[in-house]
């Protein structure tokens, strides 16, 4: 009885050995598992300040990122209050954790239908970004995260619904008012419309120049127009852009100085991201816009440009 009871105990302290054993081990696999989530997740916290600085950029300057050398490493560092994005790349520390944070800005391209595609035109008004982090010890380990910026995120537009004011006025215009730059074979006495003189004769109308203050050059979205084309009637524009505010003053439709632009009364129509008749990265622009029938005059109430700075 005594000899049985003596096996009991030391099987039960044996079994109490391996069971003590089996906690310190998975203990220490806890502890390295939290460890790694907690290294993983001080990457993660890197990747998303950096990506929140890059969308605050963006915001302020279309062109901090998009005038960035393509391919090449960048880095942000804080100074004072303001981040600041130069090349090269980021080495620092936290929480003990060592690590480098660089990121790219390469170009999107865009098929003929607009669709982000692996070739096409690139579009000057997105970018894709990718940010890296490596780290640990010798920078063993390494995250990374991709997202797109599009300079939509501070749309503004330029809209002009009267012409009452008069011609004569070449601009630039920060604002716009009820003056335009010259006319013919139009009236634009009443307030908030344009109309053809005499229906057997057509008649255009050029706008003041617009100064879109941006330095680099703004991005053109679209343009809109609300009125009636009458019966018969055509109301169509063209686009001229420049770098200067003397231009020259070239104007194009959707493909070249040939055609027009001309969407429905209320139906936006996109600019072009590519080729000679692209107005995109130019500060100063204007329109033109033509009337003609063979029937009902038609009628301009507004016009409408969507830009991004």
Do not use: C
């Not at 480098?100 to 595609?117: E, H, M, P, Q």
């Not at 997105?126 to 982090?133: D, E, N, P, S």
């Not at 009267?162 to 215009?173: A, I, L």
Request: proline content about 4%; overall charge negative.
């Amino acid at each position: 009885m005594a000899a049985q009871s003596l096996l009991e105990l030391l099987v039960a302290v044996a079994i109490g050995v391996i069971l003590i054993g089996g906690s310190v081990s998975l203990m220490e696999i806890s502890l390295k598992t939290y460890n790694s989530t907690k290294r993983n997740l001080q990457a993660n916290v890197l990747l998303r300040e950096a990506a929140q600085v890059i969308h605050s950029s963006v915001v302020s300057d279309w062109h901090s990122i998009y005038d960035l050398n393509k391919g090449a490493d960048y880095k942000i560092s804080l100074s004072g209050a303001t981040w600041i994005i130069s090349a090269g790349q980021e080495e620092g520390e936290i929480n003990g954790l060592p690590y480098k944070r660089y990121f790219r800005a390469t170009d999107v391209l865009r098929d003929g239908s607009g669709n982000i595609s692996e070739s096409g035109n690139s579009d000057p008004s997105t970018q894709k970004i990718t940010v890296f982090v490596n780290y640990e010890n010798n920078y063993l380990k390494s995250a990374s995260v991709s997202f797109f910026i599009t300079r939509s995120s501070r749309n503004k537009v330029f809209q002009q619904t009267d012409w009452s004011g008069g011609e004569g006025v070449s601009g630039p215009v920060l604002n716009l008012s009820n003056q335009y730059y010259s006319s013919s074979g139009i009236s634009a006495s009443t307030v908030g419309q344009i109309v053809l003189i005499s229906t057997s004769t057509p008649g255009e109308l050029i706008s003041s120049t617009f100064d879109a203050e941006s330095l680099n050059g703004a991005g053109l979205n679209s343009l809109l127009w609300q009125g009636s084309v009458g019966t018969g009637g055509a109301v169509k524009f063209q686009i001229a852009f420049s770098e200067n505010l003397d231009g020259p003053w070239t104007y194009y439709g959707p493909t070249s100085t040939s055609d027009w632009y001309q969407p429905n009364p209320g139906i936006s129509i996109s600019f072009p991201i590519s080729g000679s008749a692209s107005p995109q990265n130019k500060r100063f622009f204007r329109y033109k816009v033509w009337l003609s029938t063979d029937n009902t005059s038609p009628r301009v109430d507004d016009i409408i440009i969507n830009w991004s700075p």
